[in-house]
């Protein structure tokens, strides 16, 4: 081939490739033309559900478009999960991933999807602490007193959570690998039971959320030990990081949003930067703290990289406890 048709191939196969391109930026410079779904992996009413309507609301104002959220919560969340990483690629339908479905990976063995490979990251929202409560009666009153009263009972200690494999549940056990203690778990149908339960007395203790027992343990319903965060939590300043007594403990709930694979980068680079813009926005901020929620800006790249270090954190843990899917 002579330099002259080298260079006119070339030429031809450059304008090609721009051309191919051209309908893939125009598509995401037109996003969004129709409303967006986002699917909360959890029932109504949840903290997962609240934290994915403020975010929704929020983007439907920065879109001009609406943005729907659905409750898909069966199955662990398995089926919100899988619809999403099913969908079309086109930004329209968007997943409301959280600390359960990196948890899930590892806890159910035969997915039809795969959470890192399948989805693409967004962006986060939002981290929750945990609390370690114990019911008033509870003879310890701090975690180097329950770790010392566990040793000299092992497997008298019920340990409720809203089921296997649930956060509340991965606390436990995570706590239990590292304090080198026997606790009981106790799986419950739901988180709802369970603070019922550990409000009657029926149970020892358990790890919840801090939007589910500040208000307990403030009215001195509940008696807490220790935030599974690394550092105090504003809400509770008094309240001590469960690792300043055992080294290396922390684990935080956590939200974020996540897209099917080979969603255009247009259109993730646009959905990420609107969220950064809530998340940096004074009035909704506020309102996720109002949960005990911190916000969490950043890339999708570094959203990315925090679920593939989350699945691996949790697997070791499942793996370690032997836990399975009931």
Same mark, same amino acid.
């Given at each position: 081939?002579?330099?002259?048709?080298?260079?006119?191939?070339?030429?031809?196969?450059?304008?090609?490739?721009?051309?191919?391109?051209?309908?893939?930026?125009?598509?995401?410079?037109?996003?969004?033309?129709?409303?967006?779904?986002?699917?909360?992996?959890?029932?109504?009413?949840?903290?997962?559900?609240?934290?994915?309507?403020?975010?929704?609301?929020?983007?439907?104002?920065?879109?001009?478009?609406?943005?729907?959220?659905?409750?898909?919560?069966?199955?662990?969340?398995?089926?919100? &999960?899988?619809?999403?990483?099913?969908? &079309?690629?086109?930004?329209?339908?968007?997943?409301?991933? &959280?600390? &359960?479905?990196?948890?899930?990976?590892?806890?159910?063995? #035969?997915?039809?999807?795969?959470?890192?490979?399948?989805?693409?990251?967004?962006?986060?929202?939002?981290?929750?602490?945990?609390?370690?409560?114990? /019911?008033?009666?509870?003879?310890?009153?701090?975690?180097?007193?329950?770790?010392?009263?566990?040793?000299?009972?092992?497997? #008298?200690?019920?340990?409720?959570?809203?089921?296997?494999?649930?956060?509340?549940?991965?606390?436990?056990?995570?706590?239990?690998?590292?304090?080198?203690?026997?606790?009981?778990?106790?799986?419950?149908?739901?988180?709802?039971?369970?603070?019922?339960?550990?409000?009657?007395?029926?149970?020892?203790?358990?790890?919840?959320?801090?939007?589910?027992?500040?208000?307990?343990?403030?009215?001195?319903?509940?008696?807490?030990?220790?935030?599974?965060?690394? #550092?105090?939590?504003?809400?509770?300043?008094?309240?001590?990081?469960?690792?300043?007594?055992?080294?290396?403990?922390?684990?935080?709930?956590?939200?974020?949003?996540?897209?099917? /694979?080979?969603?255009?980068?247009?259109?993730?680079?646009?959905?990420?930067?609107?969220?950064?813009?809530?998340?940096?926005?004074?009035?909704?901020?506020?309102?996720?703290?109002?949960?005990?929620?911190?916000?969490?800006?950043?890339?999708?790249?570094?959203?990315?990289?925090?679920?593939?270090?989350?699945?691996?954190?949790?697997?070791?843990?499942? #793996?370690?406890?032997?836990?399975?899917?009931?």
């Amino acid at each position: 081939m002579k330099l002259s048709q080298r260079r006119q191939f070339l030429h031809l196969a450059a304008g090609a490739a721009a051309l191919s391109a051209l309908p893939r930026i125009a598509r995401a410079q037109a996003y969004p033309n129709r409303p967006v779904h986002l699917i909360v992996p959890a029932p109504a009413g949840g903290p997962a559900d609240i934290v994915g309507r403020i975010i929704a609301q929020w983007l439907t104002e920065r879109l001009g478009q609406s943005v729907v959220v659905e409750n898909r919560g069966t199955a662990g969340g398995n089926v919100a &999960t899988e619809s999403v990483a099913r969908a &079309t690629p086109d930004g329209y339908t968007l997943l409301s991933s &959280t600390v &359960t479905t990196a948890i899930n990976q590892t806890l159910y063995e #035969k997915l039809n999807f795969n959470f890192i490979t399948d989805l693409m990251p967004v962006g986060n929202l939002v981290s929750t602490p945990g609390t370690l409560v114990v /019911k008033p009666s509870f003879p310890a009153k701090s975690v180097p007193e329950l770790i010392a009263y566990a040793k000299a009972n092992p497997g #008298k200690i019920d340990q409720a959570s809203g089921g296997t494999g649930s956060i509340a549940h991965m606390w436990g056990e995570l706590f239990k690998l590292m304090a080198g203690v026997n606790m009981t778990h106790v799986p419950y149908r739901g988180g709802g039971p369970a603070l019922s339960d550990l409000l009657a007395g029926v149970v020892d203790l358990s790890f919840l959320p801090m939007p589910v027992s500040i208000e307990h343990i403030k009215s001195g319903r509940l008696r807490a030990l220790g935030v599974t965060t690394a #550092k105090p939590v504003a809400a509770l300043p008094d309240l001590p990081p469960i690792g300043d007594f055992v080294r290396g403990y922390e684990g935080d709930g956590w939200q974020g949003v996540s897209a099917p /694979k080979g969603t255009p980068a247009a259109i993730v680079d646009r959905l990420n930067l609107e969220i950064n813009a809530g998340l940096a926005d004074t009035k909704v901020r506020t309102r996720f703290e109002e949960l005990g929620a911190n916000v969490i800006p950043g890339t999708a790249a570094q959203f990315g990289k925090f679920c593939a270090d989350e699945v691996a954190k949790w697997a070791r843990v499942i #793996k370690s406890a032997g836990i399975k899917a009931e």
